[in-house]
């Protein structure tokens, strides 16, 4: 296929009824700019950030209960921004907006494949009893209340009655070890956990009762844990009660939750998400970038561990229906989720590029456009979606959009996504999100375009992080963000802008290959190595060596024997469709690549470790997927080092 055409075009029908339409119209109404296209739109959204968000508001209707006197007060560094001033709202309230009397606005289903179809009516209710349980255990506005729990309607229920009460949530998935969960929300010091007693994947039954006693007894600020079950035994799932939460209003700055940072190489980040920027921002990017409209069935696969659980919690702000699985998207094979899918006819379909690049490697003859009539949008994140990937997926569901997403859980949020009225190009993130300054910036610190470089952030955004918890003097943020460049959000991703297709992330800019003074993104190596059949997995780590600048390791994981004949045929594939130079020095076989919880591959630990660091100086295994992947580096480290 041409790379300069366009998979996907919006029809002119697509352009004119989408929400980003709808809002562009509502600007020139209010502000009186007229915008030529959506670069002009954007252009306009970064640099007069008042009138941009206070347009969301309006557009929105946005509820303060106590009426902002200014929209945004700048500061030096812009970390220090001040949002909407002296205003009050509630997140809880804004979803509790699209209440629908006996309408489904959950379903789910896990492993077993039982189904549940959770009215609003059932969701509140069951919500509401949390809330008063919560209460009777003394939990008030700013406690923090955490969770272990997976993927599950009483989650969502857990932290409709936290956010009620205007308490601060936070949870892990219960893939968490106890040091792991430890590590995390024992910096919160806790009131009450919330917790399951055991979970399912893969097909096999977990206990968690004596990691959660374990947590209890580690962490003394909890005072109580409140288990949650499973089954839907307390459930009313018939009830025709409509129960409001009668939400506490909070400040905008005023905590919403906290996430993590993955952890790998140190004690977690507490990153703590301010109330009215989650609350905008998330209208922002799944209304207008991903056009969830009424009623749209929302899926994206993620575990309560990970930022898109949170994320997906915007579908409810804008009245879909979300659909969520409990359980391995591979269990008992890659079909399932593509059925839940289809069988739920699912509106927006969202998942991690491992499991579609996965999808295109078995070739799933189950996808096709008569089994997805109304999927509108397919949304990839977490990593790279390689442009064989697009093709693939384009060419089975002709009529539905892929939107690529990079942000993260700094954020909660993307920076760079979809835009339903732009033409899709294979391995592209089709633009720059409304309200999001980004710039690509070369080592000097000059705005660059059609290089590649480091992915930069201008003007501030409400979704970035209010602090760290517990990083008193901004200590740990300013040194995560703005230490590269003075007074710029540096993001970590290496990117290359096109003024044509849009954006291509090429992985993280501190996992870059350095050949001889040439740099490459990693993911520009996994996409070639995507393609081939015989290769499961892979990761690539980039060795300086005096003499040579570098020497390249290539690590994968084959379905067959690495022989000499399968060695030649990556570094042929490399050689032509990347570069001669990019051929590795050494390719070897590993049983598998280690991971994060979070599904990262961990290109810079395992170099550090490659490098003569100590695994425990670089590694904190709590935060890993598959923890024992990383002994064959361990063991084999000198060895490789000679090679």
């Known amino acids: 296929m041409d790379a300069n055409l366009p998979i996907w075009t919006p029809t002119s ?7 980003l339409s709808s809002f562009q119209e509502f600007v020139t109404n209010k502000t009186g700019h007229k915008f030529e296209n959506y670069k002009a739109f954007h252009y306009w959204s970064v640099n007069e950030l008042s009138d941009f968000w206070e347009c969301i508001a309006l557009f929105f209707k946005i509820k303060f209960s106590k009426p902002y006197n200014y929209i945004l007060r700048s500061k030096k560094p812009f970390y220090k921004a001040e949002w909407f001033g002296n205003s009050m709202l509630s997140y809880v309230k804004h979803i509790e907006r699209n209440f629908k009397t006996n309408e489904n606005v959950i379903l789910y289903r896990n492993e077993k494949q039982e189904d549940k179809c959770i009215t609003w009516n059932s969701l509140f209710l069951k919500a509401s009893e949390i809330k008063n349980e919560l209460l009777n255990e003394g939990v008030k506005k700013g406690d923090c209340v955490v969770g272990y729990l997976s993927n599950h309607p009483i989650t969502i229920a857990a932290f409709l009655a936290t956010n009620s009460i205007g308490a601060v949530w936070s949870c892990c998935s219960p893939d968490f070890g106890t040091e792991s969960v430890i590590s995390r929300v024992g910096q919160l010091k806790p009131t009450l956990l919330i917790a399951i007693k055991e979970y399912s994947y893969n097909g096999k039954k977990y206990s968690l009762s004596e990691r959660v006693e374990s947590i209890k007894k580690a962490i003394p600020t909890i005072k109580t844990i409140l288990y949650c079950e499973t089954d839907f035994e307390s459930w009313n799932l018939n009830t025709e009660r409509v129960i409001s939460l009668d939400s506490v209003e909070v400040e905008y700055d005023h905590p919403i939750w906290v996430l993590y940072s993955s952890g790998t190489t140190g004690r977690p980040k507490s990153i703590t998400h301010r109330t009215g920027g989650m609350l905008m921002e998330h209208y922002k990017a799944i209304a207008l970038h991903q056009n969830l409209k009424q009623g749209d069935r929302f899926f994206w696969h993620t575990t309560t561990g990970w930022m898109m659980w949170n994320y997906a919690l915007g579908a409810l702000l804008c009245g879909g229906v979300l659909c969520i699985y409990d359980g391995s998207p591979s269990y008992p094979n890659l079909e399932i989720q593509w059925r839940f899918a289809s069988e739920k006819s699912i509106v927006h379909f969202g998942h991690g590029a491992s499991f579609f690049i996965e999808s295109m490697k078995k070739d799933l003859q189950y996808i096709n456009e008569n089994r997805f009539p109304k999927l509108k949008s397919i949304g990839s994140t977490g990593s790279p979606l390689s442009e064989e990937a697009f ?9 539905t959009q892929l939107i690529s997403l990079s942000g993260g859980t700094d954020v909660c949020s993307a920076f760079l996504g979809g835009n339903p009225n732009l033409p899709v190009y294979a391995g592209y993130l089709q633009c720059e999100m409304l309200g999001a300054s980004v710039e690509c910036w070369n080592e000097k610190g000059e705005k660059i375009k059609n290089e590649t470089g480091e992915l930069v952030i201008t003007n501030p955004m409400p979704c970035m992080p209010t602090y760290f918890w517990g990083d008193f003097q901004n200590k740990i943020f300013k040194k995560s ?48 190595i995507d393609t081939l059949d015989e290769i499961e997995d892979s990761i690539i780590v980039d060795l300086p060596n005096i003499k040579d600048h570098s020497k390249l390791f290539l690590f994968v994981v084959t379905s067959k024997k690495l022989n000499s004949k399968l060695i030649d045929k990556i570094n042929n594939q490399l050689k032509i469709k990347c570069s001669p130079q990019y051929i590795p020095d050494k390719i070897i076989s590993v049983k598998e690549v280690p991971y994060t919880l979070s599904g990262k591959k961990l290109e810079i630990p395992v170099k550090k470790i490659l490098s003569g ?24 480290r000198e060895k490789l080092s000679f090679l």
């Open 13 to 19: 029908v697509d352009i004119s009824s989408s929400n």
């Open 391 to 399: 093709y693939w997926l384009q060419k089975k569901l002709p009529r």
């Open 481 to 528: 963000y703005f230490n590269k460049f003075k007074d710029v959000w540096t993001h970590g991703d290496w990117i290359q802008k096109s003024e044509t297709k849009g954006i291509k992330i090429l992985g993280r800019s501190d996992s870059t290959l350095n050949r001889k003074g040439v740099r490459i993104g990693t993911s520009e190596i996994y996409r070639i």
């Open 613 to 636: 660091d100590a695994p425990a100086e670089v590694i904190n295994y709590g935060s890993l997927k598959n923890p024992k992947s990383l002994d064959f580096f361990i063991q084999n």
